[in-house]
Each structure stands twice: as structure tokens, then as C-alpha cells.
């Protein structure tokens, strides 16, 4: 099995700054894509930020040019840098991760969430 623990989230101000980690292990044999989707109350989860096992990346717009993600293939970690944080990115943050188990067999996993919240 896989586990994905997440950490990082916190309260903070508008303008502030958190970085999210989100560490892989278990029976991985290849991580593929990773990626931090969000959940705001009332709202359905969406994606932030994905990363490709080659370092591509893509953004929502809503958080282009402020949010940053990476990688760090030895680890099994996906962090996500936010800078210049507003109340309207406050929410659950999830990770997700596809990967290649030991074995061959590709699986799709979630991290348990971390509560970010923006405000004054």
C-alpha cells in the first residue's frame, strides 16, 4: 500500500506565505504525475497546481504567478510554495499522486487534506 501525509497548512493573513508537503511511501515502484487540488466550503475540489514526472507543470489561473510546485524525486515529495495568499484560497488542499506500484499495476492516491486558511 501507499501512504500520502501532507503538512504545511496553517492559518495566515492575506499576503502571507505557506509551503505544502505531501511525502509518497509504501510499495512505489515510479511516481508519474503529482498534483494539489483544493476544496473550499460549499464548493467542489479543484485543481491547483500538477506536475509531470518530467518537471512540467501547470496552474490554475487563479493562482498563476503566485503558486509554485516541485518536485523532489528522491524524496517522493511534491511541495506547493503560495505566496501572496488571499482569502478566496482558503480550503482543504489535497494532494494526488499517480503512480506505478511494485508489482506494475498504476494507482491513482489522495493525501487525508490540510486546512489552509486566509484571513485577516
Known amino acids: 500500500q501507499v501512504q500520502l501525509v501532507e503538512s504545511g497548512g496553517a492559518l495566515v493573513q492575506p499576503g502571507g506565505s505557506l509551503r505544502l508537503s505531501c511525502a509518497a511511501s509504501?510499495?512505489?515502484?515510479?511516481?508519474?504525475?503529482m498534483g494539489w487540488y483544493r476544496q473550499a466550503p460549499g464548493k467542489q475540489r479543484e485543481l491547483v497546481a500538477f506536475i509531470a514526472s518530467g518537471g512540467s507543470t501547470n496552474y490554475a489561473d487563479s493562482v498563476k504567478g503566485r503558486f509554485t510546485i516541485s518536485r523532489d524525486n528522491a524524496k517522493n515529495t511534491v511541495y506547493l510554495q503560495m505566496n501572496s495568499l488571499k482569502p478566496d484560497d482558503t480550503g482543504v488542499y489535497y494532494c494526488?499522486?499517480?503512480?506505478?506500484?511494485?508489482?506494475?499495476?498504476?494507482?491513482?492516491?489522495w493525501g487525508q487534506g490540510t486546512q489552509v486558511t486566509v484571513s485577516s
Open positions: 509504501g510499495s512505489i515502484f515510479s511516481i508519474n504525475a
Open positions: 494526488n499522486v499517480d503512480l506505478m506500484l511494485r508489482g506494475g499495476v498504476f494507482a491513482n492516491y
